[in-house]
């Protein structure tokens, strides 16, 4: 993993670990190692997905996983990450609702390391906090900053939200698609960018949130 | 073919170029190759890519296009003369020249979508 890249991988571990501090309501104990731990899980499940997509098997390349720049798939990633979350809750739909702000938060912090990155930019604009490349004299937009922001508003929104089951984690994910699917016309892409699996995100959170009347919680108590 | 036969070759180029330097021993180059293919599919008639195969033997990095499909054109510098010229460091490195040869920028190391397709548009607004 090259310096930019681990930089911003710290701001999103700084920024969610910070987000577990302002919103811990019904957190489960080391609920910032959780959040790491699956984070990284999602990392690798998305380097592989990744690959596996550009037709390389890491079977038979597992050198390669550790080429993160190379591509991490993120839908691979979210699921991965949830996946590895849930099992370390051992399956307490209540945590997953009481990570949501702190993951979006951290999602943010992902996106605004662009700034350590210098990766910010997407397409061409003219507007006036639009900013070019080093020498070049193209304007364009922030789009990575504008997911950061985007992402941030969610996290505060979802954390007013009640603890119905299911409700913040699903409105959380769906609002996370959301803000993908909004800026990708604003992104610079070679393969259109992967829309299908940011509107599936937004059925599947949506879905959640309005089937949340139906799961009942099982514990409330924190997991030990 | 040497780095004045390379030059001399951007010199008559009429459209930008990206120029890609890889190796089939180098592991990000896997990495970058089906990125380069999607760029050389999306961007081909506009934009001139050509593959540097650097400290490489003919057989290996034949193996390494066959994998990958890369089908825009590739040259063999043994020496790495031509990336030396341009002050390029290490494995993998992708130039962007303006038509006739100038150079715009350099990407030193591993370049992902988002940095290739922002140095290819970048290219498409000097030249449009």
């Known amino acids: 993993m090259e310096f930019t890249l681990l930089w911003a991988a710290l701001t999103a571990a700084a920024v969610g670990w910070l987000g577990t501090r302002i919103w811990p309501e019904g957190l489960p104990d080391h609920p910032a190692d959780r959040l790491l731990g699956a984070g990284a899980i999602g990392l690798l499940a998305g380097r592989i997905t990744a690959m596996i997509a550009q037709g390389t098997n890491p079977l038979l390349h597992p050198g390669d996983i550790l080429v993160v720049r190379g591509g991490v798939h993120s839908s691979g990633a979210t699921i991965g990450a949830l996946v590895a979350y849930m099992w370390s809750v051992r399956g307490e739909l209540r945590c997953l609702d009481a990570i949501t702000p702190a993951a979006l938060l951290a999602l943010a912090g992902w ?16 507007l006036p906090w639009a900013f070019a490349e080093p020498g070049s004299v193209v304007s364009r937009h922030p789009v990575e900053l504008y997911v950061a922001l985007a992402l941030t508003l969610a996290a505060w929104a979802v954390a007013r939200l009640s603890f119905r089951p299911l409700l913040r984690s699903g409105l959380g994910l769906a609002a996370a698609g959301m803000v993908r699917l909004l800026t990708e016309p604003l992104r610079l892409s070679l393969t259109g ?26 514990r409330a108590s924190p997991v030990t | ?71 825009f054109e590739h ?30 920028s350099t990407h030193n190391g591993i370049i992902d979508e988002r940095g290739l397709a922002l140095g290819i548009d970048e290219l498409l607004h000097l030249d449009p």
Not at chain 2, 51 to 66: E, I, M, S, T, Y
């Open chain 1, 111 to 126: 996106h605004g390391g662009c700034l350590w990155r210098g990766a910010c930019l997407g397409t061409t604009s003219d």
């Open chain 1, 193 to 218: 960018g992967p829309t299908g699996w940011h509107i599936a995100a937004i059925t599947v959170g949506l879905v959640a949130a309005l089937a949340a009347p139906w799961f009942v919680t099982t």
């Open chain 2, 1 to 71: 073919m040497t780095a004045d036969e390379f030059e001399a070759k951007l010199a008559a180029l009429d459209r930008p170029a990206v120029v890609n330097v890889w190796a089939s021993w180098c592991i990000p180059c896997r990495s970058e190759a089906p990125l380069l293919n999607a760029a050389f599919e999306a961007h081909g008639t506009e934009i001139e890519f050509i593959g540097v195969d650097v400290q490489d033997n003919q057989p290996d990095a034949k193996a390494f296009l066959a994998e990958f499909g890369l089908g």
């Open chain 2, 75 to 104: 040259v063999f510098d043994r020496n790495r003369s031509i990336p030396n010229r341009l002050a390029g460091f290490g494995t993998p490195i992708t130039f962007f020249f303006a038509s006739g040869g100038e150079l715009v």
